[in-house]
């Protein structure tokens, strides 16, 4: 069994956007019991994580970590001409993950107790994310 | 329904491969509408990636900054012979992903408009690699509903 979804995010400049409840309800609407769920975003600058969910300083954290690794504006970089801070994002992409695969069990997505999805937008700005969810199963 | 195929890839350079096109072709051959198409390099010194097709600098940027962050004079075991050749690639390859799933919808890879999807190879000489494409899912027409 098959069921595929689009859903679209707003974000509001750079950080985590925890996305667990939305792709919870993806997996209750497609009826599968047992199977995978394949969690795909469409963009180079933004990108998906699991991560901690219980403190929210984890994901500041991370990406205080992010912007010393990869620093805006780096001179290492010849793509400057979407601003400071594209650069930086699709290697932020890279670094991170484009698509997570998760385990379906009773009907629920099967995740750590302290395990959340999260979208990770990479840019400054404030965009619209769009994100393709497959539910394969029985 | 289930489609695989493993292939040989002809050895590369240093650098980084479009494969979009072949990946489109293997799953139109699997006549899978609705699912997911998962991709496996069987190599720890190469890697998938999607990455923006818009501009080349964006590729070669990547790679300076792979270049930077794991650099080929990198002394990280002197009892390792090829340890000079061996070690910048196993790291690159632990930064990045050797396998990867995409969606496939209305038979063609789901992917972004800017999306290319990459084989990086990082090593200096030369090598054949292995590739397994996994197509899973329905080859019925599924509806495609955008919500939100």
């Known amino acids: ?138 | 329904m289930l489609f695989q195929r493993t292939l040989e890839l002809a050895a590369h350079n240093q650098g980084a491969y479009e494969i979009t096109n072949f990946i489109a072709d293997i799953i139109k051959e699997s006549k899978i509408h609705t699912g997911t198409c998962h991709l496996f390099i069987h190599s720890s010194a190469s890697a998938l990636i999607i990455s923006d097709i818009a501009d080349d600098s964006t590729k070669d940027t990547t790679a300076d900054f792979m270049a930077q962050l794991a650099p080929s004079n990198i002394n990280a075991n002197e009892n390792i012979n090829n340890a000079m050749n061996a070690i910048p690639p196993a790291i690159k390859h632990a930064y990045s992903q050797n396998e990867l799933t995409i969606p496939v919808s209305n038979g063609r890879p789901g992917i972004g408009v800017w999306h290319g999807i990459f084989l990086w190879e990082y090593k200096s000489a030369p090598i054949e690699r292995k590739l397994t494409i996994t197509i899973m899912g329905d080859p019925l027409h599924k509806s495609f509903r955008l919500t939100r």
């Open chain 1, 1 to 138: 069994m098959v069921h595929q979804q689009q859903l679209r995010f707003s974000t509001d400049g750079r950080g985590t956007y925890n996305i667990t409840q939305q792709i919870s309800d993806v997996i209750s609407k497609s009826g599968v019991m047992t199977g995978i769920c394949q969690v795909f975003i469409h963009h180079t600058s933004a990108s998906l994580i699991l991560c901690e969910n219980a403190d929210p300083t984890v994901r500041t954290d991370l990406d205080a970590f992010m912007k010393r690794l990869v620093p805006d504006g780096d001179s290492l970089f010849k793509h400057q001409d979407e601003g400071p801070d594209d650069m930086p994002a699709h290697i932020r992409t890279i670094l991170t993950e484009s698509s997570l695969s998760i385990p379906i069990n009773k009907g629920k997505e099967n995740l750590g107790i302290w395990q959340g999805i999260f979208l990770w937008e990479h840019r400054t700005s404030t965009y619209k994310r769009n994100v393709t969810v497959t539910v394969i199963g029985e």
